[in-house]
């Protein structure tokens, strides 16, 4: 190999004689690096040129502990750590990487008698993963032993990632549904006792425009009447730097306490498993080999779980009720089948009495009835179906699907792998269908009317005949 020789310089003295060059936003930015605050000097300041984060080659050398060498006479300064080694050059886009050369969106400069380059590669480079918070002026760095670095090379200008955003926090039918708007997230999920509560911590989140109420304090609680288990609900910014959402679930009178956890695309769904619940028992029907397919229908909700509440503010659970009866009056008209419904009243069954209602009289099919919701944005419309894993149910929810969006000629929200419990522990063919959008106004009215509803249970009716071949 050649033998570079440098002007080494063992200090960056030298960097606040040069003259003031170029115009660019200084701002009090931070940079945190693996959740650590790192402290910056007085007079080093993070700037922005370009839409890409500068950082003074300083804190490279002095916060981030790579080694630095600065050529003057090339004006060229060379970091380096273990074997990886990056040349940069003062107001030239490129640069090399070893021995290859690569074009930077902004060349390193000189800013306030400072040399500054681009963060993000350099990070990148060595190994960090960076996220910039546009809004707060916050660096996040993440050593590569902590996750997966992005792929390096690629300063493709997107310093602009920001924090996931909550948007919406519900809790209904012991269900905890978290919306969320921007990069997955990795919950974490503790209980603690005295009282007895489920924490949910989300890392790296802030709040968007969040559909429930916040206080100056970034707190605020939801309304939990009707859920005797639970005493509370609240939710707050419980770290700044960097976001992260907390919500805490406070219990009553909870022997055993479990939890299930999904994410179904851009939602966090926790599943609470709380016994003591007030329950109207479901009368089973002796499972009788009449040589006839059982049917269980399942309206969602009743009784104290009003479900989600519509634009026009009624509850879920009257919709899918309406629907689900009108499913069962064509239901009873089959001779070939035996129809039995996990309510046909204003009761609320828990999901587990469901899932068992279903799984004792060994059913042919499950079909659980909804209503969908995204209070944070109005225009969210459509049908979408879930299924769990399973192929049978796979089938059973293609079939129901496409006639329903053929009958009510909603948006097509496509038939999902979701992990719902009703779907998931019971053990035949079954489906959970989101009829339409009930925070949609336009779709609202149209789920409200007699006609759409005699149309969608018709169509759920003729889906379940042809997947059972009657
Ligand atoms: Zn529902």
Request: proline content about 7%.
């Given at each position: 190999m050649k033998k570079i020789i440098v002007l080494m310089f063992?200090?960056?003295?030298?960097?606040?004689l040069f003259p003031i060059q170029g115009n660019a936003a200084a701002n009090t930015s931070k940079i945190f690096l693996n959740g650590e605050q790192l402290s910056l000097p007085n007079d080093v300041q993070v700037t922005i040129v370009n839409k890409n984060v500068m950082i003074p080659i300083r804190v490279v050398a002095e916060n981030l502990k790579f080694d630095v060498d600065w050529n003057q006479q090339a004006r060229q300064v060379k970091i380096q750590q273990n074997e990886k080694v990056i040349s940069l050059t003062v107001d030239q886009k490129q640069a090399m990487v070893a021995d290859k050369q690569v074009t930077l969106n902004t060349a390193p400069q000189i800013l306030n008698k400072t040399l500054v380059v681009p963060i993000r590669f350099v990070s990148e480079q060595m190994g960090l993963s960076v996220k910039w918070n546009n809004q707060e002026k916050i660096v996040y760095l993440t050593g590569s032993n902590n996750e997966p670095t992005e792929a390096?090379?690629?300063?493709?200008?997107?310093?602009?990632?920001?924090l996931t955003h909550v948007t919406d926090i519900v809790f209904a039918d012991n269900q905890l549904v978290v919306s969320m708007d921007g990069e997955q997230v990795q919950p974490v999920i503790s209980t603690l006792k005295n009282p007895d509560r489920l924490v949910v911590d989300l890392p790296g989140t802030v709040f968007g425009d969040l559909a429930q109420p916040l206080d100056q304090g970034l707190n605020g609680k939801l309304d939990?009447?009707?859920?005797?288990?639970?005493s509370e609900v609240r939710y707050s910014l419980?770290?700044?730097?960097?976001g992260q959402v907390r919500i805490v679930v406070e219990l009553n009178n909870v022997k055993d306490l479990q939890f299930d956890q999904n994410v179904i695309a851009d939602k966090l769904l926790i599943d609470l498993n709380v016994s003591g619940d007030s329950v109207t028992p479901v009368p089973v029907t002796p499972g009788?080999?009449?040589g006839r397919k059982v049917v269980v229908i399942d309206p969602g909700h009743g009784g104290s779980d009003p479900g989600t509440i519509s634009?026009?503010?009624?509850?879920?659970k009257e919709y899918v009720l309406a629907l689900g009866l009108k499913v069962q009056a064509l239901l009873l008209?089959?001779?070939d089948i035996e129809l039995v419904m996990?309510?046909?009243?204003d009761i609320y069954p828990t999901r587990s009495e469901r899932v068992q209602l279903a799984n004792e009289l060994n059913a042919d099919v499950f079909v659980s009835i909804h209503g969908n919701s995204a209070t944070s944005s109005p225009q969210a419309s459509g049908t979408e179906t879930f299924y769990y894993q399973r192929s049978s149910s796979k089938d059973l929810a293609n079939i129901i699907h496409e006639r329903l969006v053929k009958a009510l000629?909603?948006?097509?929200?496509r038939v999902k792998n979701g992990n719902l419990q009703v779907i998931r522990e019971t053990t035949m063919p079954a489906v959970l269908l989101?009829?339409?959008?009930?925070?949609?106004a336009a779709e609202e009215k149209a789920m409200s009317s007699e006609e759409v509803q005699a149309k969608a249970a018709q169509a759920i009716v003729d889906g379940i005949k042809e997947y059972l071949g009657i």
């Open positions: 063992l200090s960056l003295f030298f960097l606040f390096s090379g690629d300063d493709s200008g997107s310093d602009t990632t920001s939990v009447t009707g859920y005797p288990n639970v419980f770290k700044r730097d960097p009788i080999d009449t634009i026009t503010n009624k509850p879920e008209n089959e001779p996990t309510r046909d009243s000629g909603f948006k097509d929200r989101e009829i339409g959008f009930l925070s949609n």
